[in-house]
């Protein structure tokens, strides 16, 4: 999760169920001992494991959230990847892009396991931890043939999105529709991107519903783009709803 904000300690969220958390927890066999600062997560396409470290008091950003562990699991192979996205993924070496990549999670495991090269951005102050993260897998990324590089972006800014190029097969993001004054620079940005480029590209999210002011982003995206919900997860203990990825591609011209 991003909170592309200038608040990172806005926690309204802080107790939320932490899949990451559980997995590390049933491994170690014992819920006391696990300390926050330290996750791993097994990835079973490449019989490895990525580490990642999460600062849970610096704010949203550097914290582990639910729909980042499901948008890992999609493309870990673990659910059946929906025809319309596999068509992104296939016959090449993938270039991804990540928007409000937070610990950068979904970003290395995505390189892990596609063999693809990512890019992974989120603010400047946010981007000292990817790139701990980055260097802590260096050795997985290495022997799986990805690879990782970490780039600032600020939703909206042209000078920053123009600096990072448009030549991308694949964005991802996870709990990025969480602040309501971003939903417009979070457009603007899909629409460079999705939009402006000469290959076609999708942006694969994964989110968890928390509010009803939400709607307005949906209403406003499927003016520009196609959205589909690919794939949805059960809830988590604990909580009402579970987490849908839904893929956006620019609208069909014959529609």
């Not at 790139?131 to 897998?137: R, T």
């Not at 909206?156 to 993001?173: F, N, Q, S, W």
């Not at 059960?234 to 529609?255: E, M, Q």
Request: aromatic fraction near 8%; charge should be negative; avoid cysteine.
């Amino acid at each position: 999760m991003t909170d592309q904000s200038n608040n990172p300690h806005d926690g309204e969220d802080s107790d939320e169920v932490n899949p990451f958390t559980m997995l590390l927890r049933s491994e170690e066999g014992n819920n006391e001992s696990v300390p926050l600062q330290n996750q791993l997560y097994n990835l079973q396409s490449i019989q490895s494991a990525i580490s990642i470290r999460q600062l849970p008091s610096q704010g949203l950003s550097f914290q582990l959230w639910p729909a980042a562990a499901t948008l890992v699991n999609l493309l870990d192979g673990r659910f059946h990847l929906h025809p319309s996205l596999s068509a992104f993924l296939a016959g090449k070496r993938v270039r991804i892009l990540e928007l409000g990549s937070g610990t950068g999670v979904v970003g290395i495991a995505a390189a892990a396991t596609l063999g693809a090269s990512v890019t992974v951005t989120d603010l400047p102050h946010v981007l000292p931890n990817i790139q701990f993260n980055v260097d802590l897998n260096s050795g997985v990324l290495e022997n799986n043939g990805g690879a990782v590089d970490v780039a600032a972006l600020s939703w909206g800014e042209m000078k920053d999105m123009e600096a990072i190029g448009r030549e991308y097969d694949l964005l991802l993001g996870s709990d990025v529709v969480y602040h309501d004054h971003l939903y417009d620079p979070l457009l603007k940005t899909l629409r460079f991107f999705l939009l402006g480029g000469e290959r076609k590209t999708a942006f694969v999210m994964a989110h968890l519903r928390r509010w009803k002011k939400e709607s307005a982003f949906f209403k406003k995206a499927k003016k520009v783009f196609d959205v589909e919900i690919i794939h949805n997860d059960p809830p988590l203990d604990g909580s009402r709803i579970g987490v849908a990825v839904y893929l956006f591609v620019a609208k069909s011209i014959d529609k």
